[in-house]
């Protein structure tokens, strides 16, 4: 069975690694993939950018591709998935229409209003000054969002008004081209953050696994907002309690309502959550596909096959799905370069992953090129150093241990990734 994935990240690395695990699989042709799939069983790299929707559709039907599974947003956005299924070819991911709910802020915060999903108090905006006036009444901290898709970055946690005010000025001046034209301003929610994912065919739904993402740059959650510095599951802030709330709450009404508005979904629907002090979720984005660097230790704890699960959910089968983990914890510290997110490293010398991966880590690639015989970094995030451990901790110290054995000239990665979950786990003691 042949298997056509599109994109070319540390997600994309780990849902290829996880595919090629199943006995189904013979081959996992990744668009345009990136060197750490080279050496990987199964999987090879081939030269089409995820924007060319013509030649990938060239690519599945002449290579008999049984499933296109779409990893990054902005094909999806763009309408690959109805490109696909106009031609009868078997693909994994929302519509167009649907995928609005990420390519659009302003769009997902209407639908949650629209259809009473619970979500921070907003107003969208193209004028400084209106913007200026409606953050001069709401006070700081205030949360100012581009409109469209920035690659993770497009989030300001404004902690004055003269930060707001400069977030603003300098979105709507073209700092993220289109995506900036309008904003969203929110108010600020108090609580902790989780990512609840699930797959979602038309009504039917099967949560993941728990996890949480770090998005700041820096230790203690400081620091601008990134795509994300790392990630662990599960995440103990989403008790059973807080799961059967956001899946009654939230999950299955967003679905609901997309099916009522027309837009039936299947994929992966990601839902950014914010949990306060009484169990109470409210929405803080949704994503049309797995999160990164979610996916890496969620990957690495899902027992059962990956394959079955996606062909339920494009057969319209998921009820039938059965899904397991692995016990314990996976963790995954992402290694940057020193300028992300305002910039990304190019042409540093990788060295040491060999060393990591002995020491029982999985290394999954994302920034990275090949110069010769010698890796290099090309992007902001450029790998993501993976764990698993009977508890967090130990993976945490597994991670660390492998991240410590990688350098290149000007890498950084967060070392109190899990902090909040190894907090709760110490002042509750052993049990």
């Known amino acids: 069975m042949h298997l056509l994935l599109i994109g070319s990240g540390g997600r994309e690395h780990a849902i290829a690694w996880k595919l090629a ?31 060319d929707i013509d030649a990938l559709l060239e690519f599945a039907r002449a290579q008999a591709i049984h499933l296109t599974i779409v990893g990054p947003e902005a094909p999806l956005v763009a309408g690959i998935v109805d490109a696909f299924t106009e031609q009868g070819l078997r693909i994994f991911g929302p519509c167009k229409a649907a995928a609005q709910l990420e390519g659009s802020k302003a769009f997902a915060k209407d639908f949650m209003s629209r259809h009473r999903i619970p979500t921070a108090r907003y107003a969208t905006f193209d004028d400084a000054a209106a913007a200026r006036l409606w953050i001069e009444r709401h006070g700081a901290p205030i949360v100012i969002k581009a409109d469209g898709l920035a690659a993770g970055k497009g989030v300001v946690v404004a902690q ?37 994912i699930a797959v979602v065919s ?20 400081l620091g601008p907002n990134t795509g994300g510095m790392g990630a662990y599951s599960p995440a103990p802030i989403v008790t059973d309690a807080v799961h059967a709330h956001v899946m009654n709450d939230i999950v299955q009404p967003t679905i609901n309502a997309l099916v009522d508005d027309g837009m039936p979904f299947t994929g ?40 079955p699960l996606l062909d339920h959910a494009v057969d319209g089968t998921l009820p039938e799905a059965q899904v397991s983990w692995h016990a314990g914890s996976a963790i995954g510290i992402v290694m940057a370069a020193g300028e992300y ?4 490293s190019e042409g540093k010398r990788i060295s040491g992953i060999e060393r990591a991966e002995a020491a029982r880590c999985k290394v999954f690639h994302a920034g990275t090129r090949r110069n010769g015989d010698q890796l290099e ?12 451990g009977d508890s967090l901790a130990e993976a945490k110290q597994l991670a660390e241990a492998g991240a410590a054995c990688i350098s290149w000239e000007g890498s950084r990665y967060r070392r109190d990734i899990g902090y909040r979950a190894l907090r709760a786990a110490t002042s509750e003691g052993p049990s």
């Open 377 to 388: 970094t090309a992007g902001g995030r450029v790998l993501c150093v993976t764990a698993t």
């Open 268 to 307: 992966f629907l990601y839902v950014g959550l914010m949990i306060d002090d009484t169990g109470q979720a409210r929405v803080v984005e949704y994503n049309v596909r797995l999160g990164d660097p979610e996916t890496q230790p969620l990957m690495m704890r899902l027992k059962s096959d990956l394959l």
């Open 21 to 51: 695990q199943s006995d189904q699989v013979d081959r996992i042709s990744v668009a345009p993939g990136n060197p750490g799939m080279v050496d990987e069983p199964k999987i090879t790299p081939v030269d089409l950018a995820i924007d």
């Open 341 to 344: 997110p305002q910039g990304s």
């Open 160 to 196: 004055d008004e003269e930060e707001a005010y400069a977030a603003v000025e300098s979105m709507l001046s073209g700092q993220f081209g289109e995506a900036g034209n309008n904003l969203v301003i929110e108010e600020f929610l108090h609580g902790e953050e989780a990512s609840f």
């Open 202 to 221: 038309g009504r039917d739904c099967l949560a993941l696994a728990s996890s949480q993402d770090h998005k700041a740059r820096d230790e203690g959650d």
